[in-house]
């Protein structure tokens, strides 16, 4: 008994590394060994593109990484002089077909995957109703028009389970839209428009970041899309933008380089800058950029609308701004 | 008798220790010159991405500054592309083909000197963009505009001029190499070698050549456009006065795919040479391998765009550059399975030659895969411009290129200097970065599924991406830890000079470079045998061996 016992001990330890190693990927499964948890039909379609190459990849893999091992093992030198010839073989013809043919065959398989995914991830369902929304890259934040003209920065709101068809433009500099969980990216070039969907399979907030190199504050684009239900959404765009239009524009777009409270940071500090009072003056700052000798600012609100300009101003006088003390020599 | 003596003529200063290879039109010089620049870029490119990576070990470091972080990665990039992969495979090629095919010296020794020095100029005139006013180039080694435009926003100083400039240099550079190697390999081969007698080697920087000029003059024109945006006002990619930007993605792309060919294709070629010579056979399918690599050649020009997917091409040339894409891995795969064979039924002999080329398969082959959830597009969609791409490039260039490349030091090592290097640090030096890759490169596969876009200079999530980033760094200090241990190797084998002296063929190989003394004479050859097979060397070994002592 403890002899069969002892014989098979290494194959069930083997099954139990086995079960524990595919539980801990199980368990791992957004642990990077595939893209995150879907959210969207165009993204769950991606990621059955993707277990399809990842299927026929690892038996590729193992095949020839497998052979790689066994080969190294079985052929290697054992004490045989350099001289020792192994066998002469220059090549085999069928050997060569086979390796070319099935690799095609795989190559068609995949290729067919894609396609026959394509369309439910590169369009929306054709009944749906769309809500248009236009998402437009700046350096260095997302801001979103909504279809009655309200404006969020960083933060996008969606109904859920209703398609949200996104115009991605930019200004500036190319950007890219990824939230990984929401699908794939789309670039935002200056120049063109493009265009990608989603539609919010649950509620919750998904978050991204910008994944085109886009300047110094790169790694702080981030974005985050909040799926909700209609009337939440329809509050948010009717009446939260209106009142906090003003509070986001300062911390998603102002705050990046010149500190929360105007404290200064990368960009100069312009708490106490009385330019913060001056509606017109601000607007040509924010709209047109600026080029001092300490750097570059840029023309971060290039394309807004005047009531973005008003929100602002009236924000940033009310909640920002901070006289010098009287008799102060600094700021300015 | 005179107490001093006086030389019988006048020696030239050009003879000086050091005035002779500054000075020098041979080939072997030049060769030796390109590698030993190439690795000095490749230890100062190192040195840029170890710094990044330890940036990166933790949420919300502050080694870098974010604005340095952005110079720091273009560099790296641009360094090690342009100043160590692509020159040090034109060294191997300036060194060997001559040898390899039984030629005095190139075609034009001049040309080649030439070559050697703009590749010099171009990587002073690059890394001079770090003391430009407003800092080295920062807008990623595609250079995409408008980043990359003369704007206060964008890249207004001069850091982007010098790497455009250099990129110029390096291009000609690559461009009078090329056509030197195509004359030479054209014209200039021993009696009897004919195409299909040639060493895969040649084969391979062959192509290498060709792609170089086939490629080089869309990024020439590409940076050139740029260049006039940025200094006479001109608006090719300036789209509010009618630029285009996805035109200068073309442009880029159109060379800058087949430069990930030109990039590996000369390393496969050192592979096919190496691999036979320590299984002890020939290669397994030499006709299949010498076409898979024209075969990768011709496709490596029509896949461009796969970079461009989240450019929103449309499905039409989404699809075309998908298929081409797919396409490109069958000969790739020859090429794999091929090699496999050449082993199997060897008698395998580890050292240290073979085992980057075995490592260098291992690795390839994972980078190959991981390749092909990028060219199928509504994949990349969600991969690209993430880590994943970061892992499988490197998966690509550094477990493909750079292992080959040490393998090929290894191997030719001898051959330029006459000594051994040292085996037991050779070990070392290959198991060290084996693991330290896998380390650094494997998990940055998890983190770009997991949303971690490529060229952030910091992050703000803990768990997975925190322990991912981190095994990542750490793997990147054990890769340092074995190049320190090759520069050991080099000190002691050729400063300390403890190398064992190696005879003209250590390894008992198959080609004519090992016909010549090592380190080879001036004339490389007196006489060369006629070639009469792919192997002329292990012939001439069996005639030996079947004549009456």
New interface residues.
Partial sequence: MPCGLRRKLPSVVLAVLVALATAGVAA?S???????EPASPG?S??LT??YV??A??SV??VI??G??VV??IK???RG?A???????????TR??LI??VI??LI?AV??VT??L??PD??SAPAAANPIRITIVGH?YYWQFNYPNGARSIGTLHAPVDRVVDLKVLSP???H?W?I?AL?????A????S??IWFEATKEGSF?????????????SMLATVVAQSDAAYQHFVNVTTRATLGQQEWSGVCATCHGNLGQGG?GPAIANNSLLTQPSALEGIVRN?F?GTQ?????VGKWWTQAQMAALATYVKRHIYKPAPVGGTSGG | MAARSEPAYPVSWKSGRVASWLVTVDHKRIGILYIGTSLMWFVAGGILAVLMRSQLATPGEHLLT??SY?EV?TMHGTTMIFLVVVPILAGFGNFLIPLMIGARDMAFPRLNALSYWLFVLGGIVLWLSWLSKGGAAH??WWS?P??SEN????S?GHGQDYWIVSLHLLSLSSLLSAINFIVTIHNMRAPGMSWMRMPLFIWAIYTYALLLLLALPAISAAVTLLLLDRTVGTHFFI??QG????LYQHMFWFFGHPEVYIMVLPVFGMISEILPVF????I?????VAFSTIGIAFFSMLVWAHHMF???LG?GLD?FF??SS??I??PT??K???W??T????????DTPMLFA?GF??LF??GG??G??LA???????????YYVVAHFHYVLFGGSAFGFFGGLYYWWPKMFGRMLDERLGKWHFWLMFVGFNLTFL?Q???G???M???????HHGG?WEV?NLISTIGSGVMTISILVFLVNVWQTQIARKGVRSGNDP??ADTLEWYTTSPPPPQNFDSVPYVTSARPLRDLRRRLAEQPQ
């Fill in positions: 791992a957004n642990g990077g060994f595939t893209p995150v993204a379609h991606t593109a993707y190459i990842l026929f990849t590729i893999f020839v990484e052979l790689l080969f190294v052929y290697r030198r045989r350099r001289e020792v010839e192994g066998a002469q073989v220059h090549g085999h050997l060569e390796w070319t690799p095609v190559l995949i290729g894609v396609f995914e394509l991830i590169r350096q500036d500099v190319i890219s990824w990984p699908g794939g990216k789309i670039q070039i200056p120049g063109r493009n265009h978050e991204g970041q910008c994944a085109q190199l886009c300047g110094v504050f790169h790694a990368y950029g080029t750097g570059a600012m840029p023309p | 974010k604005t952005n990665l807008a990623g995409y408008t980043l704007f206060p926003w964008a207004p789209p509010s630029g285009n930007l996805v299984s002890r056979k020939p397994f399918g030499y006709k299949a989240t450019t929103g499905t699809s998908m298929i797919m396409i891995a069958v795969g020859i794999i399975f091929n496999l064979a082993t199997w039924r060897g008698n395998l002999i580890f075995i398969i291992a082959t994972m895969l991981s092909i959830f199928a597009f509504p994949v990349d969609w969600q991969l690209a411009d993430s998990p596969h998890m983190l599924l997991l949303g876009a490529r060229r952030v200079y910091t992050y997975l991912y390894w008992l």
